[in-house]
């Protein structure tokens, strides 16, 4: 076979046409991220989007070049103007992370550098071994665990429980990789009803269906209660069912609570279950030594999922699973056709390829960010940042106290605080409606993110402290403007 090229002609890359201009913009795009992150508490949290903000993304595609000043400007005007809100000190929505300044110049620099960390002999896999190792230290985890970094807890899960899986059913002489779940038993997966929806999401994925799930309540605090779960466990063995796992969750999405981890560890080694811990809100908190007892029990997991754009701060985009048996981790995921043969020399050498422990091949160098910024923090800043998120949940929780029209509904177990307004003689079902309203009016007003649920039937804002930015007076400010908009709402019913 022949192959025709055409005559040479200009060849084209997209290095910058003007490296000078490039150079002159980005020191500008430099200085502009400086100084967004500086201010950021002069802004409002978030604003609403108007319907012309929403119109610019609804423009014609692109075919001809533009002058990359001309695309940062209008950057500027139409997206970095518009932040979802969670850098500034008062979000404390759902889990979500503030992330850093460092950490987006850390993410830069990995863009720079750009490498595929699915494998080969390169110091980005050693990077990422180095954080992981490090990782294994501060959750008490033996060297001969195995972790890899993903794109947050979800697919943490999702990689423990498939590793679960399949020392499972070799553990019934089943190669499920080779078989599938075709011929398997009902098998039961154990976890309490505050679990989060990305275990549901990882069980449908796995091919073991919700039904899987057996869902145990949780004690006043929230907590699996651990009476319900073994008898559970032995009302399924009686009716034929396969039991082969417990999910323990180290800080609950709702109110951060964290189950009795030993007890379930107890269970587990006596029913010969997998022991899985989500860890995706609370495990970094055995950064602190006054945290750690909070975890205990975490450290005896099969495996343990956690996030480290949560409570960690990093840039959104990096969870992290360690298994403690490593080398069941790289059975359930190696896989080498010709083209990715791991080589004696060479590039394609080196022993460790990160695509032998999760899902993904090509893998981003999220493990740059996570290198340079312990190093920039260490373990001892990152602990006692936590420490201070736990203490202004508490304080937050004793400002409810303290008002006679706020009534707390969760007293904080990590850093997530979550309460109501309330006025005299105003039934439930109107309360639920005053703290959503009030809710909403307090987001729309830019003043602060909360984020709304349900803990016992009642609407409750709910407040997760994940914020490197968060200082007391902010949450002095919350309370009072939760409780000047709840008058006023309760004013016009
Ligand atoms: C957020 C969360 C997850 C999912 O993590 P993502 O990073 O959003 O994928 C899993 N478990 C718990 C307890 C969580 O709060």
Same mark, same amino acid.
């Given at each position: ?242 039991? $082969?796992? %417990?999910? &323990?969750?180290? *800080?609950?999405?709702?109110?951060? @609570? ?5 007890? +379930? /560890? ?8 997998? $022991?899985? %811990?989500? &860890?995706?809100? *609370?495990?970094?908190?055995?950064? @602190? ?5 909070? +975890? /205990? ?8 999922? $956690? ?187």
């Amino acid at each position: 076979m022949s192959a025709n090229s055409t005559p040479l002609k200009l060849e084209e890359s997209l290095d910058p046409q003007d490296w000078e201009a490039l150079r002159e913009l980005a020191h500008r795009m430099i200085d502009d991220v400086i100084e967004y992150h500086r201010t950021v508490r002069e802004r409002p949290v978030w604003e609403p989007l108007s319907p012309q903000e929403r119109e610019t993304m609804n423009a014609p595609l692109p075919v001809d070049s533009s002058d990359p000043a001309d695309v940062y400007d209008e950057f500027a005007r139409d997206i970095l103007s518009n932040p979802m809100g969670n850098i500034h000190p008062r979000f404390w929505g759902w889990v979500i992370g503030t992330g850093s300044t460092s950490g987006a110049l850390a993410e830069m620099l990995a863009a720079t550098i750009n490498p595929n960390v699915g494998g080969g002999d390169q110091i980005a896999s050693l990077v990422e071994k180095q954080v992981i190792d490090w990782f294994k230290q501060i959750l008490g985890y033996p060297e001969t665990a195995s972790g890899v970094l993903v794109s947050g807890g979800s697919l943490a899960n999702q990689t423990a429980l498939q590793v679960a899986r399949y020392v499972t059913a070799r553990n019934a002489g089943v190669d499920v990789r080779k078989q599938g779940m075709i011929n398997a038993p009902r098998y039961r997966i154990y976890c309490s009803a505050e679990t989060h929806s990305s275990v549901e999401r990882s069980m449908d994925a796995l091919g073991f269906g919700s039904d899987s799930i057996n869902s145990i309540p949780v004690d006043d605090q929230y907590r699996i209660d651990i009476a319900a779960l073994e008898a559970a466990i032995a009302a399924d063995r009686a009716a034929g069912l396969t039991p $082969f796992c %417990v999910i &323990g969750t180290a *800080g609950t999405t709702n109110t951060g @609570s964290v189950d009795d981890l030993n007890a +379930l /560890a107890d269970i587990c080694e006596r029913e010969k279950l997998w $022991f899985h %811990v989500d &860890g995706a809100v *609370g495990a970094v908190g055995a950064m @602190s030594a006054a945290l750690r007892p909070l +975890l /205990a029990g975490m450290e005896r997991a099969d495996s343990i999922a $956690f996030d480290l754009h949560k409570w960690m701060y990093l840039t959104i985009g990096i969870g992290c699973v360690l298994v403690r048996n490593g080398k069941d981790h790289y059975r359930t995921y190696t896989l080498t056709p010709d083209y990715l043969k791991h080589g004696t020399r060479g590039l394609s050498g080196g022993d460790l390829w990160y695509s032998d422990y999760s899902a993904e091949l090509s893998r981003p160098y999220r493990a740059l960010e996570v290198w340079m910024l312990l190093k920039e923090h260490g373990v001892g800043k990152y602990g006692r940042m936590m420490e201070q998120n736990v203490d202004q949940a508490r304080y937050l929780a004793d400002l409810v106290n303290a008002s006679p029209k706020l009534e707390l509904l969760a007293a904080p177990q990590l850093m997530i605080t979550c309460f109501r307004y309330r006025a005299g003689g105003i039934d439930d079902a109107t309360l639920d409606k005053v703290n959503e309203e009030m809710l909403f009016r307090v987001q729309e007003a830019g003043i602060a993110i909360p984020s709304g649920t349900r803990l016992h039937g009642k609407y409750a804002i709910r407040v997760c402290i994940v914020n490197h930015r968060t200082r007391r007076e902010d949450l002095d400010l919350l309370v009072r403007e939760v409780i000047r908009i709840g008058d006023e709402i309760v004013r016009s019913l």
